[in-house]
Nanobody, 115 residues
Framework: QVQLVESGGGLVQPGGSLSLSCAAS????????MGWYRRAPGKERELVAT???????NYADFAEGRFTISRDGPEKTVYLQMGSLKPEDTAVYYC?????????WGQGTQVTGSS
């Protein structure tokens, strides 16, 4: 069973930065893609960023230019570096891994942008 464990959430001032980590229980190159999603209070879960097995990245419009997804194969970890944070970035951030059509999720980590 694939396990994904997020860490790094917390409270951040507007304009601040935060880095999230997602540690996988197996070789991350076994996955077709990994990524980050978020669910803000009262909203549906939405894509933040993904990185596929070939290293191609994809970002939501709100993340483009502010967030960076990266990975470390030996550490079996995917990162999300977030900058210029806004109060509306407040959400639970979830790590995701996909093998073909099967999706795996972490438990989520809370990011709160203070206003």
């Amino acid at each position: 069973q694939v396990q994904l464990v997020e860490s790094g959430g917390g409270l951040v001032q507007p304009g601040g930065s935060l880095s999230l980590s997602c540690a996988a229980s197996e070789n991350i190159f076994n996955f077709n893609a990994m990524g980050w999603y978020r669910r803000a209070p009262g909203k549906e879960r939405e894509l933040v960023a993904t990185i596929n097995v070939g290293g191609v990245t994809n970002y939501a419009d709100f993340a483009e230019g502010r967030f960076t997804i990266s990975r470390d194969g030996p550490e079996k970890t995917v990162y999300l570096q977030m900058g210029s944070l806004k109060p509306e970035d407040t959400a639970v951030y979830y790590c995701n891994a996909r093998i073909r059509s099967r999706m795996y999720w972490g438990q989520g980590t809370q990011v709160t942008g203070s206003s």
